[in-house]
């Protein structure tokens, strides 16, 4: 069953994938090395090299920086509709933009000024949602995007949201655009 030769093959590709790996590791040692010496010590002339990034963090009692709060109706006048269209494309995932197409979520076509959880032929809707509004405004589809779960507690949309309030602009806009 094992001869000889078996056997120093078995014993010669362990010790071959060893020279292997202690080679492997001397090699990334040498390119991968930053200049000093180990253990803290430095040889002498040496200065010691600080490794990694500075991390800025705003001092206690100082101002932060405060985002400037950028009025929604001002964003719905400047709203591009062809950029909400490649925002859409991550709603294209559950939902359709034919009349009466419903998928995994209600077609979307019309939705702005539609009555919330009035599509035609989507009966999964959640309760929640009819408890946070009636119709489906620009101020609350705004408010929905921005954090689904937020706004209508208990809804079954599984998104996370959409943080940028420019996106969610444009995104309103291409979608009150579908029904002319």
């Known amino acids: 069953m094992?001869?000889?030769m078996t056997f120093t093959k078995i014993i010669g590709g362990f010790c071959g994938a060893f020279l292997v790996?202690?080679?492997?590791?001397w090699a990334a040692e040498t390119v991968y090395?930053?200049?000093?010496?180990?253990?803290?010590?430095?040889?002498?002339?040496?200065?010691?090299?600080?490794?990694?990034?500075?991390?800025?963090?705003?001092?206690?009692?100082?101002?932060?920086?405060?985002?400037?709060?950028v009025d929604f109706?001002?964003?719905m006048e400047n709203a591009d509709a062809g950029a909400g269209e490649r925002v859409f494309s991550a709603?294209?995932?559950c939902h359709q933009l034919e009349e009466g197409a419903n998928a995994v979520g209600p077609y979307l076509y019309g939705v702005v000024g539609r009555d919330i959880g009035a599509a035609d032929g989507y009966g999964s809707y959640s309760g929640a949602l009819s408890e946070a509004g009636?119709?489906?405004t620009p101020e609350n589809l705004n408010a929905f995007l921005e954090n689904?779960?937020?706004?209508?507690?208990?809804?079954s949309m599984s998104y996370n949201g959409l943080s940028d309030p420019e996106d969610r602009a444009?995104?309103?806009?291409?979608?009150d655009q579908t029904d002319d």
């Open 91 to 93: 709603c294209r995932a």
């Open 21 to 25: 790996f202690l080679l492997g590791g």
């Open 2 to 4: 094992f001869d000889t």
């Open 170 to 175: 444009n995104l309103i806009a291409y979608l």
């Open 33 to 69: 090395h930053v200049g000093g010496s180990h253990g803290g010590e430095h040889a002498e002339g040496e200065e010691e090299v600080a490794r990694g990034f500075p991390i800025e963090v705003a001092e206690e009692g100082g101002e932060a920086e405060e985002e400037e709060e």
């Open 148 to 155: 689904p779960r937020g706004w209508a507690p208990g809804t």
């Open 134 to 136: 009636d119709v489906w």
């Open 73 to 75: 109706a001002t964003l």
